[in-house]
C-alpha cells in the first residue's frame, strides 16, 4: 500500500466481506488500514470487528441496512464525523462488497426499489456519492461485478438468467404482485444489478476526479456463500456440492485478493472500472460499455435516491 489511511468496506459480515476484512487486518503494522465496517448491526458485525482488532487493526462499525437509504445517508454521515475528526486516518479506499440476489423480485426495500438493485446498486452509489468529498488521493473505489453480466458459460451451466437492460428507473421497479416469484426473474435481476455496477463504475471514474481510481473485482464463483439463501433447498445443496470441487473459488480464497486489489502496489495502476477476475485483468464485453447507457444510469441512480430522500 503506497499510502497508509482507512479502508471503508460494506458486507463485512461473511464469506468474501469478512475473508477480505481478516486479510487487511492482518496485514503488517505498516501495511494495515484503520477499517469501517459497514453492516448490518448485531452479533456478526461486531464478531468480525472483533476478529479485526484481534489482529491488531483499528476498526468502527457502523451499523447500516443497505436496503434502507436513510440508513445508508446516516452510514455515510457517520464516515465522514470520523474522517473529519482524525478517529480515523484519511479515506483511501472503500470496497462496495455487499451484495444480495434477492429471491423475491416483487419484494420491495423500505424505498420502494426493487431489493436486488436496491441493496447492489443504489445503496453503494448513496454511500460513495457522499463520501465522494471525503477521500484522500490516491484513493481506490472497488465495485464487486460478477461475469454474470453476460452470458457465459458458468451462468448458463448454473442457470442464473442473463442481464435484460432497462431504463433504471423501471429496473429499480418491484416485479408486479401477480407474477410468481422465479429463479428465472431472480437471476436477470442480480445480472442486470451487475451489469449496472459495470456502467456505474465507469461513469463514475468520468466523474470523480483523477484522485480517485474505479475498478471492479469479480471473485469468481463461490458456491455456498449466502447470495442464494433464497432459492430453493434443492438449488443450495448443489450449489454446496459444487463448492467441494477442487480448484473452485472459496471465500478464503478470494478476500485476500479483494484486499489485495483495494490495498497493494500492483494494483495501482488500475482505473475507469478495470475488470480483474480473481487476479487477471479481464476485458469486459462490448455490451458492458455504453456511454448513452452509463449518463442515463448516473442520471436515474440521483433521481431515485433524492425520491428516497424526499419527506412522505
Ligand atoms: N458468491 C459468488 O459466487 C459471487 C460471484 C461473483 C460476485 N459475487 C459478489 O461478491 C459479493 C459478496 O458475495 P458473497 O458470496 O460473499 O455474499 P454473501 O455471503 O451473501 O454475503 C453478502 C454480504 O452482504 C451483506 N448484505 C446483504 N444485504 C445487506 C443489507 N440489506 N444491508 C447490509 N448488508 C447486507 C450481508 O450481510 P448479512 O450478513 O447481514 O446478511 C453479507 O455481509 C457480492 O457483491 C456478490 O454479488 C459473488
Not at 119 to 128: G, K, P, S
Not at 283 to 292: K, L, M, Q, W
Amino acid at each position: 500500500m503506497t499510502e497508509s489511511g482507512t479502508v471503508l468496506i460494506t458486507g463485512p459480515t461473511r464469506n468474501l466481506g469478512r475473508h477480505a476484512v481478516l486479510a487487511m487486518a492482518g496485514r503488517p503494522p505498516g501495511q494495515r488500514p484503520d477499517l469501517l465496517l459497514v453492516g448490518r448491526a448485531g452479533k456478526d458485525l461486531t464478531a468480525v470487528a472483533d476478529e479485526a482488532r484481534a489482529r491488531g487493526a483499528r476498526v468502527h462499525e457502523i451499523g447500516c441496512d443497505l436496503s434502507r437509504l436513510s440508513d445508508v445517508r446516516a452510514a455515510a454521515a457517520t464516515a465522514r464525523d470520523l474522517l473529519a475528526t482524525g478517529t480515523v486516518r484519511p479515506l483511501r479506499g472503500l470496497i462496495a462488497n455487499a451484495g444480495v440476489m434477492s429471491a423475491d423480485t416483487r419484494q420491495s426495500s423500505p424505498d420502494g426499489y426493487e431489493t436486488t438493485f436496491a441493496v447492489n446498486h443504489l445503496a453503494h452509489a448513496q454511500l460513495i456519492g457522499g463520501l465522494l468529498a471525503s477521500f484522500t488521493a490516491p484513493a481506490r473505489v472497488v465495485l464487486l461485478g460478477s461475469n454474470t453480466y453476460h452470458a457465459n458459460v458458468w451462468r448458463k451451466l448454473l442457470h442464473v438468467a442473463e442481464a435484460e437492460w432497462a431504463d433504471p428507473v423501471e429496473l429499480a421497479r418491484p416485479a408486479p404482485g401477480g407474477q410468481a416469484p422465479s429463479m428465472t426473474a431472480s437471476g436477470v435481476a442480480y445480472s442486470t444489478a451487475k451489469l449496472a455496477i459495470l456502467y456505474y463504475a465507469h461513469e463514475l471514474q468520468r466523474r470523480a476526479g483523477d484522485g480517485i481510481a474505479v475498478s471492479v473485482f469479480e471473485p469468481g464463483w463461490m458456491p455456498g456463500t449466502a447470495l442464494g439463501r433464497g432459492a430453493p433447498a434443492a438449488a443450495r445443496a448443489i450449489s454446496r456440492a459444487l463448492g467441494r470441487v477442487p480448484g473452485v473459488s472459496t471465500p478464503r480464497r478470494s478476500g485476500p485478493l479483494l484486499a489485495a486489489i483495494a490495498l497493494d502496489d500492483t494494483w495501482a495502476h488500475l482505473r475507469d472500472g478495470a475488470f480483474v477476475v480473481k487476479s487477471t485483468p479481464t476485458e469486459v464485453e462490448p455490451v458492458a460499455h455504453d456511454r448513452a447507457r452509463e449518463r442515463r444510469l448516473w442520471e436515474a441512480t440521483a433521481e431515485l435516491l433524492e425520491r428516497a430522500g424526499a419527506p412522505r
